[in-house]
T-cell receptor
Framework: QKEVEQDPGPLSVPEGAIVSLNCTYSNSAFQYFMWYRQYSRKGPELLMYTYSSGNKEDGRFTAQVDKSSKYISLFIRDSQPSDSATYLCAMGDDKIIFGKGTRLHILP | ETGVTQTPRHLVMGMTNKKSLKCEQHLGHNAMYWYKQSAKKPLELMFVYSLEERVENNSVPSRFSPECPNSSHLFLHLHTLQPEDSALYLC????????????FGQGTRLTVV
């Protein structure tokens, strides 16, 4: 079993929809959970960072961590075409493991 | 701009060439990282430098040689690469030796011919 699983997509949704991006993991020792956004031809940009189970909100973005299920999510409300990018989950303890990334297309 | 600058942005090199990738950060961080991003694969951590000392080397072939002359600069020296080394090479920096809140550069797109 891979340490971090992330559906590569592509995921296409209409503008204004709520987007849900997910990752599962197998290592219960993971303590840090992050979401990165990567636009084409650019490096990843940190979006959300959390230590604990529960929800963390920042503007239109909500990160959710469920340690008991080893499952994390990123929700994007009122999605915009500018949100079209690849979203990478990352998690770990001393060492950070990245998911493969999900390509998201927001359709105008 | 994230405060992490990588040059060049694109590089095409032959298998017998020697080239270097450069990374510079202006964030006051004391840890720097090299990652490799290949198509359809997760980001792979290559090297970690903390306080200018290499603290991690993830079984990277010796044809990749990192150098960290100070806490603001990181190099990746390349020689006798293979076509499968073609990828996006990303530099990142952070406080401490945990890359949990790392800031990434825009990457160098490397093509080995």
């Amino acid at each position: 079993q891979k340490e971090v699983e992330q559906d590569p997509g592509p995921l296409s949704v209409p503008e204004g929809a709520i987007v849900s991006l997910n990752c599962t993991y197998s290592n219960s020792a993971f303590q840090y959970f992050m979401w990165y956004r990567q636009y084409s031809r650019k490096g990843p940009e940190l979006l959300m960072y959390t230590y604990s189970s529960g929800n963390k909100e920042d503007g239109r973005f909500t990160a959710q961590v469920d340690k008991s299920s080893k499952y994390i999510s990123l929700f994007i409300r009122d999605s915009q075409p500018s949100d079209s990018a690849t979203y990478l989950c990352a998690m770990g303890d001393d060492k950070i493991i990245f998911g493969k990334g999900t390509r998201l297309h927001i359709l105008p | 701009e994230t405060g992490v600058t990588q040059t060049p942005r694109h590089l095409v090199m032959g298998m017998t060439n020697k080239k270097s990738l450069k990374c510079e950060q202006h964030l006051g961080h004391n840890a720097m990282y090299w990652y490799k991003q290949s198509a359809k694969k997760p980001l792979e951590l290559m090297f970690v430098y903390s306080l200018e000392e290499r603290v991690e080397n993830n079984s990277v072939p010796s044809r990749f040689s990192p150098e960290c002359p100070n806490s603001s600069h990181l190099f990746l020296h390349l020689h006798t690469l293979q076509p499968e080394d073609s990828a996006l090479y990303l530099c990142a920096s952070s406080y401490g030796d945990r890359d949990s809140e790392a800031f990434f550069g825009q990457g160098t797109r490397l093509t080995v011919v």
